[in-house]
């Protein structure tokens, strides 16, 4: 089983709706838990940092964590054409300084 | 401000040859760490430094060194490259070495084909 898991996409939906990008792990360790953005060709930009389980909002974007079921979710309100990007989710544990990375989901928001 | 600045954007190398990704921060940042990104692989580790004079192996580390003279600078180097080096290679940064901070800047990326 692999650490990370994250359905690599590609998802498309309509300026304006909901968007909801997942990820599965299976190391019990992670405690810190990271959303980055990527656009083609860039560099990636961190989008949310939470510790431990719970949700964190920051403007159109909330960030998720269940412990309890090894997921943790992006959701993105009113989306728009700009939020076309790969979203990769991120994982530390309390034993190192080494950040484990999922394969991204590409997302495309139509205008 | 220039963040975190990575030289060259492109490079093609020949089996065999050897050279150095740059990697320079001007925000005054204890950690840095460099990646290798592959198609469906997402990131993976190669080293990172959690201060100048101190590095550490990360997943992938085989077939590249770095060094960390100054705090500004973490330069990779590729000693014999082969085909399976062809990858992006990115550079990140935090403004410290604790276990809690993730990688909050990297650079725009060095697209390297090995032929």
């Known amino acids: 089983q692999k650490e990370v898991e994250q359905d690599p996409g590609p998802l498309s939906v309509p300026e304006g709706a909901i968007v909801s990008l997942n990820c599965t792990y299976s190391?019990?360790?992670?405690?810190?838990f990271m959303w980055y953005r990527q656009y083609s060709r860039k560099g990636p930009e961190l989008l949310m940092y939470?510790?431990?389980?719970g949700n964190k909002e920051d403007g159109r974007f909330t960030a998720q964590v269940d412990k309890s079921s090894k997921y943790i979710s992006l959701f993105i309100r009113d989306s728009q054409p700009s939020d076309s990007a790969t979203y990769l989710c991120?994982?530390?544990?309390?034993?190192?300084?080494?950040?484990?990375f999922g394969a991204g989901t590409r997302l495309f928001v139509k205008a | 401000n220039a963040g975190v600045t990575q030289t060259p954007k492109f490079q093609v190398l020949k089996t065999g040859q050897s050279m150095t990704l740059q990697c320079a921060q001007d925000?005054?940042?204890?950690?840095m760490s460099w990646y290798r990104q592959d198609p469906g692989m997402g990131l993976r580790l190669i080293h990172y430094?959690?201060?100048?004079?101190?590095?550490d192996q990360g997943e992938v580390p085989n077939g590249y060194n770095v060094s960390r003279s100054t705090t500004e600078d973490f330069p990779l180097r590729l000693l014999s490259a082969a085909p399976s080096q062809t990858s992006v290679y990115f550079c990140?940064?935090?403004?410290?070495?604790?276990?809690?901070?993730?990688?909050?800047?990297f650079g725009q990326g060095t697209r390297l084909t090995v032929v």
């Open positions: 990140a940064s935090s403004p410290r070495a604790g276990k809690e901070n993730t990688e909050a800047f």
């Open positions: 430094s959690v201060g100048a004079g101190i590095t």
């Open positions: 939470t510790y431990s389980s």
């Open positions: 925000m005054n940042h204890e950690y």
């Open positions: 190391n019990s360790a992670f405690q810190y």
């Open positions: 991120a994982f530390r544990n309390t034993g190192g300084f080494k950040t484990i």
